[in-house]
């Protein structure tokens, strides 16, 4: 059985009189037992919208939020903390020194979720587990994030989202905030907790590079829908939606070539009340034809595993 | 020739938990045209070596040893007014939050207009054609409509090519560029960058890339200085720099830069964290003690300064 399944999953936000902005439109994904799917996609596209509805911070408009079999997606997001599904689905935020309480100590702030949803007793050894689990010095748990350092402060928003032990973790971007000199510790902490506590991982990020050696799927979303799926290794080296590729030939390595870059031309549509029977990506797209603008393409599998939404891919 | 020269240039700020010594004996040199990057983690002092070519330092900040020259002229011992006909018209700068840089209840296209009558002699009735026409050229879709927006109405992207717009209104002779692309999206960032090199190709004009993306900076720079800790450890031709990089720090960044392909276990990081610049028994060498090459004269003695090749300089005792 998944550990989640996603089947057309809206969420429309009004915005003024009668109109609707389409942050979420039609998505459905699933995420397998242990596995980890990368989610990537432009500002502003609905990824932070859709880890937001998976953890169920929002009320989806439309669409089955379904944890191993059941659907949590009709549960109040106000009352979804009084359930026993709090605790499975926990989630890192993405600037650690902006989500954690400067007035709470790197211990309180791991007691948190045990206090609130887990058993109280033997609190200091539950988070002295947590801790040690991701590498944080017992001695570090009196200080104050202001008194820890980037690295450190990520290791504590990833201790307080596994102290509970949760089977599914959603990551919004938990490196942007760092330096390069300290990602790869965190990556891999991160992965060696998917494999050690058994964990499945939806990774939210726009740094592509480090969702391809994390993950082993990858969604690409466009304007609230997703244009790409597919396995992560495959989907870099054979983007096959216009809008993956560009997506994928604008991250500089070193070495490169920006003249070897084309570069996507003007901004994306406007996400209120856009029109069903045009492209999301008609406009910026290298390869649209008339057809683009008369009929929007739906996701249709195109190789096992591998689904595209774009008539001409 | 030389368009700015930063000389032997130390600076410390006073505070009340102890002096922070932020810069140590740096040495820059930007020529006509070129595009150099300043490369480092967050607090090495890439910044705030910036804000000292334009003089914009806080006030808790001393100068201590050493000297600027931009175009001829000593911006240390400069007069405020003269530095102002320079900042602006020769050196502009482009912020890294475009959003908190722009005024959030003045339309772009007046902040434009307001930076054109401060420093150019544009008349007052082509103000606001010129600020359209600067519009235009940073390729924002729509430009008389754009004109009259607020920054909250534009995306991030737009919003900081109306940063670059103001920044090349009075065609400067020098930009410096602030993580001009942090936050952005990679698809925005090519579209950026590329704006901006093809502008300074244009215009001969000389940039300085402030980045902690070494990838970023391999691809737009032609010469690259790594700065570590307030200290320049490596200065070097962009190619030069990564194919045999000098400085144990620099090494290491490079292999802690995620590369196309690669897997998380051979991805480098950097051990420890930057030294406390507060701290009086700071070693000579401030990446000693996060380094594997460390002798015992990184300690005590002062800094050499070697020469790998031509233009590839490198302040260590044991370089690779």
Do not use: W
């Given at each position: 059985?998944?550990?989640?399944?996603?089947?057309?999953?809206?969420?429309h936000?009004?915005?003024?009189?009668?109109?609707?902005?389409?942050?979420v439109?039609?998505v459905?994904?699933?995420?397998g037992?242990?596995?980890?799917?990368?989610?990537?996609g432009?500002s502003?596209?609905?990824?932070?919208?859709?880890?937001?509805?998976?953890?169920?911070?929002?009320?989806?408009?439309?669409?089955?939020?379904?944890?191993?079999?059941?659907?949590?997606?009709?549960?109040?997001?106000r009352?979804?903390?009084?359930?026993?599904?709090?605790?499975?689905?926990?989630?890192?935020?993405?600037?650690?020194?902006?989500?954690?309480?400067?007035?709470?100590t790197?211990?309180?702030?791991?007691?948190?979720?045990?206090?609130?949803?887990?058993?109280?007793?033997?609190?200091?050894?539950?988070?002295?587990?947590?801790?040690?689990?991701?590498?944080?010095?017992?001695?570090?748990?009196?200080?104050?994030?202001?008194?820890?350092?980037?690295?450190?402060?990520?290791?504590?928003?990833?201790?307080?989202?596994?102290v509970?032990?949760?089977?599914?973790?959603?990551?919004d971007?938990?490196?942007?905030?760092?330096?390069?000199?300290?990602?790869?510790?965190?990556?891999?902490?991160?992965?060696?907790?998917?494999?050690?506590?058994?964990?499945?991982?939806?990774?939210?990020?726009?740094?592509?590079?480090?969702?391809?050696?994390?993950?082993d799927?990858v969604?690409?979303?466009?304007?609230?829908?997703?244009?790409?799926?597919?396995?992560?290794?495959?989907l870099?080296?054979?983007?096959?939606?216009?809008?993956?590729?560009?997506?994928?030939?604008?991250?500089?390595?070193?070495?490169?070539?920006?003249?070897?870059?084309?570069?996507?031309?003007?901004?994306?549509?406007?996400?209120?009340?856009?029109?069903?029977?045009?492209?999301?990506?008609?406009?910026?797209?290298?390869?649209?034809?008339?057809?683009?603008?008369?009929?929007a393409?739906?996701?249709?599998?195109?190789?096992?595993?591998?689904?595209?939404?774009?008539?001409?891919? | 020739?030389?368009?700015?020269?930063?000389?032997?240039?130390?600076?410390?700020?006073?505070?009340?938990?102890?002096?922070?010594?932020?810069?140590e004996?740096?040495?820059?040199?930007?020529?006509?045209?070129?595009?150099?990057?300043?490369?480092?983690?967050?607090?090495?002092?890439?910044?705030?070596l910036?804000?000292?070519?334009?003089?914009?330092?806080?006030?808790?900040?001393?100068?201590?040893?050493?000297?600027?020259?931009?175009?001829?002229?000593?911006?240390?011992?400069?007069?405020?007014?003269?530095?102002?006909?320079?900042?602006?018209?020769?050196?502009?700068?482009?912020?890294?939050?475009?959003?908190?840089?722009?005024?959030?209840?003045?339309?772009?296209?007046?902040?434009?207009?307001?930076?054109?009558?401060?420093?150019?002699?544009?008349?007052?009735?082509?103000?606001?054609?010129?600020?359209?026409?600067?519009l235009?050229?940073?390729?924002?879709?729509?430009?008389?409509?754009?004109?009259?927006?607020?920054?909250?109405e534009?995306?991030?992207?737009?919003?900081?090519?109306?940063?670059?717009?103001?920044?090349?209104?009075?065609?400067?002779?020098?930009?410096?560029?602030?993580?001009?692309?942090t936050?952005?999206?990679?698809?925005?960032?090519?579209?950026?960058?590329?704006?901006?090199?093809?502008?300074?190709?244009?215009?001969?004009?000389a940039?300085?890339?402030?980045?902690?993306?070494?990838?970023?900076?391999?691809?737009?720079?032609?010469?690259?200085?790594?700065?570590?800790?307030?200290?320049?450890?490596?200065?070097?031709?962009?190619?030069?720099?990564?194919?045999?990089?000098?400085?144990?720090?620099?090494?290491r960044?490079?292999?802690?830069?995620?590369?196309?392909?690669?897997?998380?276990?051979?991805?480098?990081?950097?051990?420890?964290?930057?030294?406390?610049?507060?701290?009086a028994?700071?070693?000579?060498?401030?990446?000693?003690?996060?380094?594997?090459?460390?002798?015992?004269?990184?300690?005590?003695d002062?800094?050499?300064?070697?020469?790998?090749?031509?233009?590839?300089?490198?302040?260590?005792?044991n370089?690779?």
């Open positions: 059985m998944n550990v989640l399944d996603c089947v057309e999953v809206k969420m936000f009004p915005v003024g009189k009668r109109a609707l902005l389409h942050a439109d039609d459905s994904f699933s995420i037992e242990g596995e980890s799917v990368g989610l990537v432009e502003g596209c609905g990824k932070s919208t859709l880890a937001r509805l998976i953890t169920r911070m929002l009320d989806p408009t439309a669409g089955d939020i379904i944890y191993r079999g059941r659907n949590i997606g009709f549960i109040p997001s009352s979804f903390a009084g359930t026993q599904f709090r605790r499975r689905i926990q989630m890192v935020f993405q600037d650690a020194t902006d989500s954690l309480n400067p007035r709470h790197a211990f309180d702030a791991i007691a948190e979720p045990v206090r609130r949803l887990g058993a109280a007793e033997n609190l200091a050894a539950q988070v002295a587990d947590a801790a040690h689990k991701v590498g944080l010095p017992e001695e570090l748990l009196p200080r104050y994030p202001h008194q820890l350092s980037g690295g450190q402060k990520a290791r504590v928003g990833i201790a307080r989202a596994i509970l032990l949760p089977d599914l973790l959603v990551l971007e938990p490196t942007a905030a760092l330096d390069v000199s300290v990602q790869a510790t965190i990556l891999r902490l991160l992965a060696e907790l998917k494999a050690s506590l058994g964990m499945s991982y939806l990774f939210v990020s726009h740094d592509l590079n480090v969702v391809r050696m994390l993950c799927r969604i690409v979303m466009y304007l609230g829908r997703i244009v790409e799926q597919g396995p992560a290794e495959e870099f080296l054979r983007p096959g939606h216009p809008y993956t590729r560009a997506l994928v030939n604008a991250i500089p390595s070193i070495g490169g070539r920006p003249a070897d870059r084309e570069v996507l031309p003007g901004e994306p549509r406007s996400p209120i009340n856009p029109d069903p029977n045009v492209c999301r990506f008609f406009g910026r797209c290298p390869q649209q034809r008339e057809r683009c603008r008369k009929e393409p739906l996701l249709r599998q195109v190789r096992p595993g591998v689904q595209l939404a774009c008539h001409f891919a | 020739m030389s368009l700015l020269e930063v000389r032997d240039l130390s600076l410390e700020f006073r505070t009340r938990s102890g002096t922070v010594r932020a810069l004996h740096i040495n820059l040199e930007v020529v006509k045209g070129e595009t150099v990057g300043i490369v480092g983690e967050s607090g090495s002092g890439k910044s705030v910036c804000f000292a070519v334009l003089r914009i330092l806080d006030a808790a900040a001393r100068i201590t040893s050493g000297s600027i020259a931009f175009a001829g002229m000593d911006v240390l011992r400069a007069s405020e007014s003269s530095l102002q006909q320079v900042r602006g018209r020769e050196i502009s700068m482009i912020f890294q939050n475009p959003r908190t840089a722009l005024n959030p209840i003045r339309r772009v296209g007046r902040q434009i207009e307001d930076v054109l009558a401060t420093h150019s002699a544009t008349l007052r009735e082509q103000l606001k054609p010129k600020a359209i026409e600067a235009a050229k940073v390729r924002i879709p729509d430009p008389d409509r754009r004109y009259l927006a607020y920054p909250f534009l995306s991030g992207g737009q919003c900081q090519r109306v940063m670059i717009a103001l920044a090349l209104a009075c065609d400067p002779q020098l930009l410096i560029a602030d993580e001009p692309t936050g952005l999206d990679v698809t925005t960032q090519a579209a950026i960058m590329q704006l901006v090199s093809d502008l300074a190709r244009e215009r001969g004009m940039t300085i890339l402030i980045t902690h993306d070494l990838a970023l900076a391999s691809e737009y720079c032609d010469r690259i200085v790594v700065m570590h800790a307030g200290h320049v450890v490596e200065t070097a031709p962009t190619a030069a720099l990564f194919r045999a990089p000098a400085h144990p720090y620099t090494a960044l490079i292999a802690s830069t995620p590369a196309p392909g690669q897997s998380i276990a051979t991805l480098a990081s950097v051990p420890g964290n930057l030294p406390d610049l507060r701290r028994d700071l070693p000579s060498c401030r990446f000693q003690e996060r380094c594997e090459r460390a002798l015992p004269e990184c300690v005590t002062g800094l050499p300064t070697t020469i790998a090749d031509s233009g590839h300089l490198v302040r260590c005792f370089p690779l």
